[in-house]
């Protein structure tokens, strides 16, 4: 797999000058072996030319036969913008002061989040193959009859840990990753769960169904790439069981229907990711969890899988290209323009058959 280079250009470069500047830079790179590392960031070179179109340059990985991927960027610099609801989408005299926040990425703001946020465990490499991959096979148009693909994400952990900021920054990296070679912009929505609720009864599924109403002219652009949060979405999503035992009104439970049902329709947008952050996963009604992917040899493998849903079976390629499958980017185009025949058939093979072992061993362990 080749190293990856990321390299934020500065504002008024012609798009048709990048495949020039990829050359210059990859020659770069190999004259500078000795002092490239991972982490390393520059922003002055010796070569004049370099420096004048080249803002920062970042080091992400190496590998050693000294192949890189080079990603070119540039970062919009404006704010997020708010979305402020007229009189007429709100309740009155107390429209809620923000459904959404709008934000173009790669942007100035969200810069060096991805490298400031620091797990115990692998988290991020992980998140960011799991992540690429269902962005590539929806860019790719993969059957969802076949293979399981939701993109939607959650993110669960104490308050505090880093949830929000890493929806931000992953959402970042995707974008670099992403436009413009698949999508030609991308964009970060931040939603509002709180103003999602109405005083009036029986409104604040209207308010649900109105937020998503007003995001389809974004959603609806299969040139954009849509990363949508949903911030502390067990404020919407309250169990139902709480609900159906009486202890909450019956507005909360078309609160969670319309979030479901306006989920449930975005699965078929191949451009668009969710990203679900929550302090209490508890709470958060079974449907929206097992929509939530990241949570499988087929052929020789249908005695060991017996017992297994459809479901689960339907996630088994992505599993496997995302957390095990080493590939370069042409071979894992060439599988998904024909998913029959692969280029290397046995370490594909491989690949399903050790994520199979994983989610078996899962499933006998609960």
């Given at each position: 797999?080749?190293?990856?280079v990321?390299?934020?250009l500065?504002?008024g470069?012609n798009p048709k000058?990048h495949e020039?500047l990829?050359i ?10 000795d002092i490239i590392?991972?982490?390393l ?10 420096t004048?179109?080249v803002?920062?340059?970042r080091?992400?990985?190496i590998d ?6 080079v990603?070119l960027y540039?970062c ?8 402020i ?9 107390e429209?809620?002061s923000?459904?959404?926040?709008e934000i173009v990425v790669?942007c ?10 620091i ?15 269902a ?5 790719r148009?993969?059957d969802?009859?076949?293979i399981?693909?939701n993109r939607i994400i959650?993110?669960?952990g ?9 929806c931000k920054?992953?959402a970042?990296?995707?974008a ?6 698949h ?13 999602l609720f109405?005083?009036?009864f029986?409104e604040?599924?209207?308010?649900v169904?109105a937020?998503?109403k007003s ?12 990363f ?10 309250a ?7 009486g202890n909450e009104?019956?507005d909360?439970?078309?609160?969670v ?11 078929y ?6 990203f679900a952050?929550?302090n ?22 249908s005695g060991q899988?017996s017992?297994l849903s459809?479901?689960?079976?339907r996630?088994?390629?992505?599993l ?5 499958l080493i590939?370069?980017y042409?071979f894992?185009?060439s599988l998904?323009?024909?998913?029959t025949?692969s280029i290397d058939?046995?370490?594909?093979l491989?690949a399903l058959e050790k994520?199979?072992?994983?989610e ?6 609960k």
């Amino acid at each position: 797999m080749p190293g990856i280079v990321e390299c934020r250009l500065k504002k008024g470069l012609n798009p048709k000058e990048h495949e020039d500047l990829q050359i210059l830079i990859q020659k770069w790179l190999k004259n500078n072996l000795d002092i490239i590392a991972p982490g390393l960031v520059l922003s002055h070179f010796h070569e004049q030319q370099l420096t004048d179109i080249v803002d920062m340059m970042r080091i992400v990985a190496i590998d050693e036969k000294n192949e890189f991927k080079v990603y070119l960027y540039e970062c919009d610099e404006n704010e997020p913008f708010d979305h402020i609801p007229s009189p007429d989408e709100g309740e009155g005299d107390e429209c809620p002061s923000s459904s959404f926040k709008e934000i173009v990425v790669p942007c100035l703001n969200f810069e060096d989040m991805w490298e400031n946020l620091i797990f115990e465990i692998d988290v991020k490499d992980q998140l960011m193959n799991y992540a690429a991959t269902a962005i590539l096979f929806g860019s790719r148009h993969v059957d969802l009859m076949k293979i399981c693909c939701n993109r939607i994400i959650l993110f669960h952990g104490e308050p505090g840990t880093g949830k929000t900021t890493l929806c931000k920054a992953l959402a970042q990296k995707l974008a670099i990753r992403f436009v413009p070679k698949h999508y030609i912009e991308a964009r970060f929505i931040e939603i509002n769960a709180h103003s999602l609720f109405s005083k009036w009864f029986s409104e604040s599924g209207k308010l649900v169904v109105a937020l998503f109403k007003s995001l389809e002219h974004i959603i609806n652009d299969e040139t954009t790439l849509t990363f949508l949060l949903i911030d502390e979405v067990e404020s919407l999503t309250a169990a139902r069981t709480a609900a159906l035992k009486g202890n909450e009104p019956s507005d909360s439970i078309r609160v969670v229907n319309a979030l479901l049902t306006e989920i449930d329709k975005l699965k078929y947008k191949s451009n668009v990711m969710i990203f679900a952050t929550s302090n209490l996963p508890d709470s958060i009604v079974l449907s929206l969890k097992d929509d939530n992917d990241p949570s499988i040899r087929l052929w020789n493998l249908s005695g060991q899988l017996s017992g297994l849903s459809g479901r689960v079976l339907r996630k088994l390629p992505l599993l496997a290209y995302s957390r095990h499958l080493i590939v370069r980017y042409e071979f894992l185009v060439s599988l998904l323009n024909n998913l029959t025949e692969s280029i290397d058939e046995l370490s594909y093979l491989s690949a399903l058959e050790k994520q199979s072992r994983i989610e078996i061993e899962a499933r006998i362990a609960k």
